[in-house]
């Protein structure tokens, strides 16, 4: 059975630091695209960022210098890790893979970003 496990989430002033894990079950992720979404209250889900499995990633324009998405193949685990965070970036983040046109996801954290 596969299986998406996020982590990692909680609530954290502005400017703090967060780093979210993914941790992946019952298939090799490996040759997984995996990627970060997060959806905040009232508002659409929202790619934020991505690493495929050769280990290029993307990240929104929205994050860019502020947030990092990476992989550990051996650990079956992606991260993003997320700095000089903005109450802006408060909402629930799920992680997702794909590969041959099948997606898999979590089932969020949330992270919240508030004095």
């Known amino acids: 059975q596969v299986q998406l496990v996020e982590s990692g989430g909680g609530l954290v002033q502005p400017g703090g630091s967060l780093r979210l894990s993914c941790a992946a079950s019952?298939?090799?992720?490996?040759?997984?695209?995996m990627d970060w979404y997060r959806q905040a209250p009232g508002k659409q889900r929202e790619w934020v960022a991505g690493i495929t499995s050769g280990g290029n990633r993307e990240h929104v324009d929205s994050v860019k210098g502020r947030f990092t998405i990476s992989r550990d193949g051996a650990k079956n685990t992606v991260y993003l890790q997320m700095n000089n965070l903005k109450p802006k970036d408060t909402a629930v983040y799920y992680c997702s893979g794909a590969h041959d046109g099948i997606v898999y996801w979590g089932e969020g954290t949330p992270v919240t970003v508030s004095p």
């Open positions: 019952g298939s090799d992720f490996s040759i997984y695209s």
